[in-house]
C-alpha cells in the first residue's frame, strides 16, 4: 500500500541534517552560509526567506513536543 509520498523521513546527503530546534530536515548551502527547510518561526531560519507559498499551517512553536513530527513545510 503507497503513503502517496515518495521521499525520505531521513538526512543521508552530506549537507542534510534535522534542526534540533524545529525539527524539520534541513539543508546547509554548498558554501554553509544558509540553512534551507526551517520551519516559519524557527529562530534558525534566515531572516531573508520570507513566508512564500509554499509555505502551510507547519510552524514551529516553541511548545512543540512532538518528536514523530515529520517537519512539515519549509522554505
Known sequence: MSLGHSGSFT???DREFFCDTCRARC???INGDLEY???IGCPNRP???TKGTAD????????ETDND???GASA
Open 11 to 13: 538526512a543521508e546527503k
Open 27 to 29: 539543508t546547509r548551502s
Open 37 to 39: 527547510g526551517h520551519l
Open 47 to 49: 531572516d531573508q526567506f
Open 56 to 63: 502551510s499551517a507547519y510552524k514551529y512553536t516553541p511548545d
Open 69 to 71: 513530527s515529520d517537519g
